[in-house]
């Protein structure tokens, strides 16, 4: 499978549905979606593997499986797909890391690589990452690649929605 993205210690590359067994132990953890609307059961599972095989034909990005280079384990997703924040379709950064992979810098590394790849790639003016405003991690996250505050606002699916932002250098 052809590399998207690469990084000292991370490849990124479009998911397919042999990493279904891969993917399913991430967002099958109650902990690490304990931020999101709902745990993923199979069907939802391979629902999620479809959408992001259905944006790489459409918008030429989506979520990538985030996987080890040393030993090609797929540990995570992190890519660019186009999200309602706030009523409008903005590009957003999000990620996914599985749990005993966390607290490693496994995805700010992977979240820093997709903002260059979008920077590089894309006209974006802006790249967005969105969570439920309880989402300390994901904050973190987005923070250590240099996003800032941008706004919270309420939701639906999140009670609160936390957005942050950074722009393109000119």
């Given at each position: 499978?052809?590399?998207?993205?690469?990084?000292?210690?991370?490849?990124?590359?479009?998911?397919?549905?042999?990493?279904?067994?891969?993917?399913?132990?991430?967002?099958?953890?109650?902990?690490?979606?304990?931020?999101?609307?709902?745990?993923?059961?199979?069907?939802?599972?391979?629902?999620?593997?479809?959408?992001?095989?259905?944006?790489?034909?459409?918008?030429?990005?989506?979520?990538?499986?985030?996987?080890?280079?040393?030993?090609?384990?797929?540990?995570?997703?992190?890519?660019?797909?186009l999200?309602?924040?706030?009523?409008?379709?903005?590009?957003?950064?999000?990620?996914?890391?599985?749990?005993?992979?966390?607290?490693?810098?496994?995805?700010?590394?992977?979240?820093?690589?997709?903002?260059?790849?979008?920077?590089?790639?894309?006209?974006?003016?802006?790249?967005?990452?969105?969570?439920?405003?309880?989402?300390?991690?994901?904050?973190?996250?987005?923070?250590?690649?240099?996003m800032?505050?941008?706004?919270?606002?309420?939701?639906?699916?999140n009670?609160?929605?936390?957005?942050?932002?950074?722009?393109?250098?000119?």
């Amino acid at each position: 499978m052809e590399t998207i993205v690469e990084t000292e210690r991370l490849l990124l590359r479009e998911m397919n549905m042999g990493d279904y067994d891969a993917l399913y132990k991430i967002l099958a953890d109650s902990d690490i979606m304990r931020h999101y609307p709902y745990t993923f059961d199979e069907r939802r599972v391979r629902g999620w593997i479809e959408h992001n095989m259905e944006r790489y034909v459409r918008d030429g990005f989506g979520l990538w499986a985030v996987c080890l280079k040393d030993t090609g384990e797929m540990i995570g997703d992190c890519g660019l797909t186009l999200q309602n924040i706030e009523g409008k379709m903005l590009p957003e950064i999000g990620y996914h890391i599985r749990r005993d992979c966390q607290r490693r810098g496994y995805a700010k590394e992977a979240a820093k690589a997709v903002m260059d790849w979008a920077f590089w790639n894309t006209g974006y003016p802006a790249l967005y990452s969105y969570c439920k405003y309880t989402n300390e991690a994901s904050i973190r996250t987005a923070e250590a690649i240099g996003m800032q505050f941008d706004r919270e606002y309420p939701d639906e699916a999140n009670g609160i929605t936390h957005v942050s932002v950074i722009y393109r250098r000119t």
